[in-house]
Every structure is written in structure tokens, then in C-alpha cells.
């Protein structure tokens, strides 16, 4: 069920009627309810994979229970293994599978050696990546110690298939969450309201920033070349907006759901465009992905800590497996391996932590901002390109600057149009995230009339004719 | 909760509130300009008799140019076809002609060669630009007699017109603001409807082995569109566009049949494969006036 769906408009207020009307006074009762509707959110889509999720939440369940009851330590690192091996094996068969088998062929078809091997099928099932970190990240707390594990099945399956993030983040960790489901929840018009104008303004960003800029996106990253470098470059520029308003919209609507039904979850994105340097725009996007990378990888491989040489390998391999994270192409990884390069220089010169106190913005930063903003829209040439050589190519066209026409924006009335609307709508989102960074706020909050002005562009600028799926959901 | 409650409530109030006002304003600004051809033929079509008007897709909006025709004949035609439309949507343009008052003693159907068999009909892609009108009856009938998420956005929309604007803004919300501006814009017409595609292909191939099409005219708006024509006393004419692939073979009907499926012997004519350029429309014109005027009794 998409959020942008007339589905989801009828399923909601069901939802919410029944959680704070009918079972308000049973906290058990609102636990299975949200279980219920997660499932029945998921089963919108395709109701076979929902064995998947049942079966992660049974083996996370039952390992932690396990590793509070064990103390000998090889037993707890089986117990672990065990998670860490389904939990991932699931997610390398449906997701992986196929790339391995291809790139095993490709390597040896390099050396000159021809193989026949045949892939399978598999559907991706949606939002496997984010729901198996999300599951993961409890067996690994309870494993460390660092949480207990829960006795209550219907809290921890709730925890795992919460139907507001369930598909593509914020991956929520077990400690902020799950004891959510253990506290009765008491209706609070002011955070249910919050909820409701962040819902609104995830829209705008989807509907209308997202939707728009993807008219010229697809036509300039499917389209069969001829593009001038200004118009390439202006592709990649879109693109960023689009990813940007299509994901984080997708989280901010998130948000606000999880909000209505008294739950609060993480920030996933802060201003991101604003960053004055790709150590600052970690700190800003997907800021879920990045601190469970942080946190359960980069640590763990030694962190800051040890020599440099050291310090330089695990930001490397957390930037490569953030990159394959996202998908199984060699573009993913090359576009992890960018902004590897792009952080190492900071790393080395420990320039990466300049910014990390200091948020207020101010003009003489818009250089930074802008150079930034640019690095980080030609490498996402790579992660929106289909393949390496298609990405190069781009790239290759975009630097032989050989002309600045821009004809594909107005070259006929309805790409006018589109572009008036599209530069409209990223003025709009800019506008209100400028105010909202200068205000050393975490997130835009609407007023009411604001809402009211936001919603009515979303029904006359957006695009519902042919809507764009969310791009995370592939992930 | 029942602060909450007040509060969506209020926003849920001015925002249906706003949205109504803008998509009201949008329709009345369409139906005071000429963008679309419903527009166009309530504004800016002076005349209240014609000779003939063309109804069809984009076949007949490119292949009958009405000034050619008169000038030959010295008559009085309108073209009233819509690219991206089907026979249905003929019918409706019929009803539409009907409604506003005014006469043709000749209808030329010039839809699709395929479309005059197909059976099961569906919404057209440009029946949209109905909505203006969408209070009347004909145009909410039509409407609701179809299924599917379109359909029922336009037909939603007799009450709740945000609906059909905000589903259908770049087609409709957005020209309303330029029929408020310049309400004597067109939208890739002339001021008798015409418009032709420009001549592109420099190579002049002859054009040899034609598929054969055998047309039984089993969709069922041909007969309504024949009864309303029967009703309101109006000939009508089909006419089979040219096709740089098909020559169309027609079965017996009780109404008239010009075939210029296979007239054309010469790539240079066409803009791609169902479409004329202006050469070819200038031929193919000349050569309908012809043969129109006995059917017309002139």
C-alpha cells in the first residue's frame, strides 16, 4: 500500500479510529491492531513475502530470548550467528543472488573463460533491506547487552512490522522503539497534530518536488543520449531533488503516521542540501542508515580508533557496503566508493567533525553549500544510471561542456510547464528548510494555514496521473 | 482528541473549502476561453449552421482541411476532431455540437481506422476536456458509463471538481489560466479547427504491399452516433483516413463510406504511419472535396 494511495487515505482513518476509539483502554489490544494493519499494509503489496517478516521476527525473538538466558560466550556468538546468517542470507538470496552469479560470470568472461549459468527469477521482496537491519539491530543490542530482550511476541512483532516504517525506514533501533510497545499511550492532540502537517509537507515533497522532477529525470537518464552537458547536468541536479523529496517525503510521512498512533521515531533526514561538506551530509541524510552503519559496523571494525591507514579502510569498507546496501549493481557501489573519496580528504586532515556543533548557516557558507550540493549531484549520476558505462558517459558529456543549451526545459509547452512547475516546488521546499536550518530546527513545522497552503498545491501541482513508485521501495 | 479533531477538521474544512473555489474558477475560466475544442466551439464558432463538420481522432484533425474543402465547394465545414480520442468520444463531441444549438447537414467521421471495430470501449485519453461541462447531463452520463480510475475521477467530479483539476492540472488547471488571460488561445487549432503535421521526410518511396483490413464496424457507438445523426437529421459520412500500412475494406453499411485508406502511393505524404503531413493534406482534401460534393448533393 502506497501512502500516496487512495488505499491509504481509507486505511488510516480505519486504523486510527480503531486504535484510539474502540481500544483505547488495552495496550495489548493496540498492539495487535497495529500488528494487524502492518500486516494487512504489507499484504497490499504481495501477501506471500509476509512469511518473510513473520519468520525473521520468529528467529530474532527466539535468539534474544536465548541470549539473555545464555552466559557462555561461544554459545552467544552461535545464538548471533544464527540471526546474523538467516537475517542476511535472506537478504543476500533476494536481493544479491543474481548479481553474484552474474558478476562471478562477467570476471571470468574478462579472463576469456565462457560460462553458461542461468539466474533465478526472484522478486525483491519490498523493504527486505530496511525491516532485516531493523531486526538485526535488536539480536545485536541484546547480544552486546545494551538492551533486554522482550517476553511480549506481539510488542516485538509489532516493533518489526510497524506499518509507518516498515518499507522504507526510518530503520528504527529496538532501544528508541520497542519499548514504545510497552508503554499504555495517551492521546496528545499537539504531537498528533505535529504528525499530521509533517504528513502533509511529506506529501509535497513526494507528490509534488519528486513527481515533477522525475518528467525530466527519465527522459534524460532512459532517453537515448543527445543531451547537451548543461542539460545532463541540470539531470543529475533533478535527480538529487527527486531521491531527496521522494525518500525523505517517504520519511516525514512515515513520521507523522507513526505520531498519530503516539509513537515517535528517529529523524531520518536533516536538511541534507545544506551541508557544507560530505561529512556533514552523512550527518544530514538517511541519517537512520548511516548511524546503524556506524553503530554496528564501523565500530565494531576498530572506528576512529588505530592508525590511519586503519581509519581510512573502515570508512571504505562502510562507505562500499552502504553503497551495496542500496542495491545489487556495481553502480551502488562505485557511488558508496565517490562519496568514500570525497570524505577521506576531510578524514585525513580531521576537518570531518568541523561542523558537527556548529549549525547555524550563514552566507558565507553558500560556497561550501553549493560545492557540495554539486558533488553530491554528479555522483548521484551513478546511483541513478543503469549501468557503469552509462554513467560514465554522462559524466564524460557533462565535463566536455559542449553546449549550455537548455532546450529540453522549454522546448515545447508542457516541458515549460513542467519546468515552471518544478522550479516552483523546489523554491517552495528550499524556502521553508532555509527558515527552518536558520531557526536551528530539526524539522519543517506548518502552521495551520500553512498546511491548508501546502495541501492546496499538492492537489494542483502534483502529479497523479502517472505517479512515480517511491525509489526506496526497490531497496 | 477533540482539539485534534477540531483542528483537522477546521483544515480539512477551508482546504476542501480553497480547492473547490480554485477548481470552480478553473472550469468557468475553460468555458470562457476557446483552449479545447468543447471551449472552442461554444466561443469562439460564431456560425450557427454548417454544411459539414469533421468529427474524429487525430486522423481527421489532420487529413480533412476544411478550408480546402470550401474553397472547392464553396461550403461551410468545422473540424471538430480531437487527437487522442475515440469513437466514443465522437459521440459525445456530437452531443456536445448538438447541445450548444447548432446544425450540420453532414457529419464526416474521420476516427481511427482501427477503432470502428473495436467492441469493448474505453475512456479516451483526452475526454478530459469535457470537464468544463461537466454539469450537463450528456457530458456526466458519458462519465459514469465508464469504469476505471479516470473514469471515475471525472465523474467524481460533478461535485467535487478538485478532484478531476488536480488529477488532470497540467491539463486542465493550468490552461484555465491561460484561457483567463488570452481566452482567444487555441490549443494546436486554427480558427476552423484544422491542423496539420509538418512535412519531415525528405525521401519519396512508393508504397507497396498494404495489409488488407476487413471492417465490420462492430463498435457500438457507430450505431448511437448514426441514431443521433438520424434524430437531429444529419447524413452521416465515414470517412477511412489514409494509412501507410493498411487498406481498409468496408463492409456494406447503411451509411456512406469515403475510402482513402490506400490513396496515397508515396512515403513523401506521410508524417509517420498514421498520420498525413501538410502535403499529404493537401492532396487528400482536394481529392475528398471531389467525391463529398455528390454525396453532399452539391
Given at each position: 500500500m502506497l501512502f500516496n494511495s487512495l488505499n491509504f487515505a481509507v486505511f488510516l482513518p480505519i486504523v486510527f479510529i480503531l486504535y484510539w476509539l474502540i481500544f483505547k483502554r488495552s495496550l495489548k489490544w493496540q498492539n495487535v491492531l497495529l500488528l494487524v494493519a502492518s500486516y494487512v499494509f504489507y499484504a497490499w503489496w504481495d501477501w506471500r513475502f509476509l512469511s518473510l517478516i513473520a519468520l525473521s521476527t520468529l528467529v530474532d525473538f527466539i535468539v534474544a530470548k536465548q541470549l539473555d538466558k545464555q552466559e557462555k560466550t561461544r554459545i552467544r556468538k552461535l545464538l548471533l550467528m544464527v540471526s546474523l546468517a538467516f537475517n542476511l542470507g535472506m537478504l543476500t538470496f533476494f536481493k544479491y543472488f543474481n548479481f553474484f552469479i552474474e558478476s562471478w560470470v562477467e570476471a571470468w568472461q574478462l579472463s576469456g573463460v565462457q560460462m553458461e549459468v542461468s539466474t533465478l527469477k526472484i522478486i525483491l521482496p519490498v523493504g527486505i533491506s530496511f525491516y532485516t537491519f531493523q531486526t538485526l539491530s535488536y539480536t545485536i543490542d541484546v547480544y552486546r547487552g545494551n538492551l533486554k530482550s522482550t517476553s511480549n511476541f506481539i510488542q516485538f512483532a509489532s516493533y518489526v512490522a510497524f506499518f509507518p516504517q516498515l518499507v522504507a525506514g526510518p530503520i528504527e533501533r529496538a532501544k528508541n522503539l520497542l519499548p514504545q510497545f510497552r508503554n499504555h499511550r495517551i492521546f496528545n492532540s499537539d504531537f498528533a497534530l505535529s504528525g499530521f502537517y509533517l504528513i502533509v509537507w511529506g506529501l509535497f515533497k513526494k507528490v509534488v518536488v519528486a513527481d515533477n522532477c522525475a518528467f525530466f529525470v527519465n527522459q534524460i537518464f532512459d532517453g537515448a543520449g543527445g543531451y547537451s552537458s548543461a542539460e545532463l547536468f541540470m539531470g543529475s541536479v533533478l535527480f538529487g531533488f527527486q531521491i531527496y523529496g521522494d525518500f525523505s517525503g517517504y520519511s516525514d510521512i512515515a513520521i507523522g503516521v507513526a505520531r498519530l498512533f503516539g509513537f515517535s521515531l528517529m529523524t531520518n533526514f536533516s536538511f541534507p542540501y545544506f551541508s557544507r561538506d560530505i561529512a556533514e551530509f552523512w550527518r544530514r541524510w538517511h541519517i537512520s542508515l548511516s548511524t546503524w552503519f556506524r553503530d554496528y559496523l564501523y565500530i565494531p571494525l576498530g572506528g576512529s580508533r588505530g592508525t590511519m591507514w586503519l581509519r581510512i579502510r573502515n570508512v571504505l569498507i562502510v562507505f562500499i557496503v552502504s553503497g551495496f546496501w542500496h542495491g545489487a549493481n556495481w553502480t551502488f557501489i562505485v557511488w558508496g566508493g565517490i562519496h568514500a573519496v570525497l570524505f577521506l580528504p576531510l578524514l585525513i586532515r580531521q576537518k570531518n567533525r568541523t561542523y558537527l556543533h556548529e549549525t547555524r548557516i550563514g552566507v558565507n557558507h553558500l560556497p561550501r553549500i553549493l560545492l557540495t550540493f554539486i558533488l553530491v549531484c554528479l555522483a548521484w549520476v551513478f546511483f541513478r544510471a543503469d549501468t557503469l558505462s552509462i554513467a560514465m558517459t554522462m559524466l564524460r558529456d557533462i565535463f566536455s561542456f559542449n553546449s549550455g543549451a537548455l532546450g529540453l526545459f522549454y522546448s515545447s509547452s508542457k516541458s515549460l510547464l513542467f519546468s515552471a512547475i518544478t522550479a516552483f516546488g523546489i523554491l517552495v521546499l528550499l524556502w521553508y528548510e532555509l527558515r527552518t536550518v536558520q531557526k536551528n530546527k530539526r524539522e519543517v513545522m506548518l502552521s495551520t494555514y500553512q498546511t491548508i497552503w501546502i495541501a492546496v498545491l499538492i492537489v494542483f501541482m502534483g502529479v497523479y496521473k502517472n505517479p512515480s513508485d517511491f525509489i526506496y521501495f526497490q531497496f | 482528541m477533540s482539539l485534534f479533531l477540531k483542528r483537522i477538521g477546521f483544515i480539512l474544512l477551508v482546504f476542501t473549502g480553497v480547492s473547490l473555489l480554485v477548481s470552480f474558477a478553473s472550469l468557468w475560466a475553460m468555458r470562457q476561453g476557446s483552449f479545447y475544442k468543447p471551449s472552442f466551439l461554444e466561443n469562439q464558432v460564431e456560425a450557427p449552421s454548417f454544411d459539414y463538420i469533421v468529427l474524429g481522432s487525430s486522423t481527421g484533425l489532420t487529413t480533412l482541411n476544411t478550408r480546402v474543402i470550401d474553397s472547392v465547394l464553396g461550403t461551410r465545414g468545422l473540424n471538430l476532431a480531437m487527437d487522442d480520442t475515440a469513437l466514443s468520444s465522437q459521440y459525445l463531441m456530437l452531443e456536445h455540437f448538438i447541445a450548444t444549438g447548432k446544425q450540420a447537414k453532414t457529419c464526416i467521421l474521420a476516427a481511427?481506422?482501427?477503432?470502428?471495430?473495436?467492441?469493448?470501449t474505453r475512456l479516451s485519453g483526452n475526454d478530459y476536456r469535457f470537464l468544463p461541462y461537466g454539469s450537463r447531463d450528456y457530458v456526466q452520463d458519458y462519465y459514469d458509463s465508464f469504469s476505471g480510475n479516470s473514469a471515475r475521477v471525472l465523474s467524481c467530479s460533478k461535485w467535487f471538481p478538485m478532484i478531476g483539476v488536480g488529477y488532470y492540472n497540467a491539463e486542465l488547471f493550468y490552461p484555465s489560466l491561460i484561457s483567463l488571460f488570452d481566452p482567444q488561445k487555441r490549443n494546436r487549432f486554427d480558427a476552423f479547427g484544422n491542423y496539420s503535421y509538418p512535412v519531415t521526410l525528405k525521401s519519396s518511396e512508393p508504397i507497396k504491399g498494404r495489409h488488407e483490413l476487413a471492417m465490420e464496424f462492430q463498435n457500438p457507438y457507430i450505431e448511437r452516433i448514426q441514431d443521433l445523426c438520424i434524430k437531429h437529421n444529419i447524413q452521416l459520412v465515414v470517412y477511412l483516413p489514409p494509412h501507410k500500412q493498411i487498406a481498409a475494406h468496408p463492409i456494406e453499411t447503411s451509411f456512406q463510406i469515403i475510402n482513402?485508406?490506400?490513396?496515397?502511393?508515396?512515403?513523401?505524404?506521410?508524417?509517420?504511419v498514421l498520420h498525413v503531413n501538410a502535403l499529404g493534406r493537401q492532396k487528400v482534401s482536394l481529392r475528398f472535396a471531389q467525391e463529398a460534393a455528390d454525396l453532399m448533393g452539391l
Open positions: - | 481511427s481506422l482501427l477503432d470502428y471495430d473495436v467492441v469493448h482513402h485508406s490506400a490513396i496515397l502511393q508515396d512515403t513523401r505524404y506521410f508524417y509517420d
